[in-house]
């Protein structure tokens, strides 16, 4: 190992840490600063929105939690078979589903998965080939109305997906494939320094709810990390390369949903 590699891997070490005696001193954060707080939620583009239902206790399975916790596994192999409306609803409201809003402004956001001061810096796009209902194409979340918007009408994007996903075939022509992009400013607002380590704690809260809900609805997933930041990106239609600007989004984190094929 040589010395460059040695120091990016104690560099980023360091960020995995809690607060230490090199914070002293450190800027204040936006928050404290009393600079305007961001938005909680990324705005509709204002195309087609479809609404979600809300009735899916029905189909969730009469298994408890230790028996959810007990099956839960990775899954690479689905059947070929569609997802439900009602089932893919549930799966968006258990991962990212808006419970309450605080503040007079509705500034703060408390949904079904914890987030460090509630900060929830995450956006939820789907890959939809095979559900009940719904035209394939890319799809956005849009959470507080439990609502999603089309975002690009791309009936042919197995191949690029699969291509973003370093080769990951299986999981580009998954029936949906979530990908959760963070917008970074939301919790480096109130953490500073800190956001970093923080958002990516939140990341695994996330897909670890879904992990549990696919559970309860007889699907399968598999948390993906590995992934080309700027062909994802790009087929998202976010901006690319680094930026320091507040609105900056960028992918990162993927799961393909699916029956599960035993």
């Not at 009735?55 to 839960?72: A, H, P, T, W, Y």
């Not at 370093?166 to 953490?191: D, L, M, N």
């Not at 699907?219 to 994802?232: N, S």
Request: hydrophobic share 35%.
């Amino acid at each position: 190992m040589n010395d460059k590699t040695k120091y990016e891997i104690l560099r980023r070490r360091e960020m995995m840490k809690g607060y230490t005696a090199a914070d002293v001193g450190a800027e204040e954060t936006d928050q404290q600063q009393k600079l305007p707080y961001p938005a909680p939620l990324k705005a509709a583009k204002g195309s087609k929105r479809i609404p979600l239902p809300l009735d899916f206790e029905e189909i969730v399975s009469g298994k408890n939690l230790f028996v959810l916790l007990q099956e839960r596994e990775s899954c690479r192999k689905y059947k070929d078979a569609e997802l439900s409306l009602k089932e893919l609803s549930f799966l968006l409201w258990a991962a990212q589903g808006v419970r309450r809003y605080a503040g007079k402004q509705k500034q703060v956001t408390f949904r079904n998965v914890p987030s460090a001061g509630s900060r929830h810096p995450f956006e939820t796009y789907l890959f939809i080939r095979r559900v009940e209902g719904m035209k394939k194409g890319i799809y956005h979340y849009l959470p507080a109305a439990h609502e999603l918007e089309v975002w690009e009408e791309n009936e042919e994007y197995e191949q690029e997906l699969t291509e973003a996903l370093c080769g990951q075939k299986f999981a580009a022509e998954a029936p949906v494939t979530f990908v959760w992009s963070v917008i970074p400013y939301r919790t480096e607002w109130r953490y500073g320094l800190k956001a970093q380590k923080y958002a990516l704690i939140d990341a695994g809260h996330v897909c670890e709810n879904l992990y549990l809900a696919c559970e309860a609805v007889g699907c399968g997933t598999c948390a993906i990390g590995a992934y080309d930041q700027e062909l994802l990106d790009e087929l998202l239609g976010f901006a690319p390369g680094p930026s320091s600007e507040a609105g900056y989004e960028f992918a990162l984190y993927a799961a393909p949903v699916g029956k599960k094929d035993s």
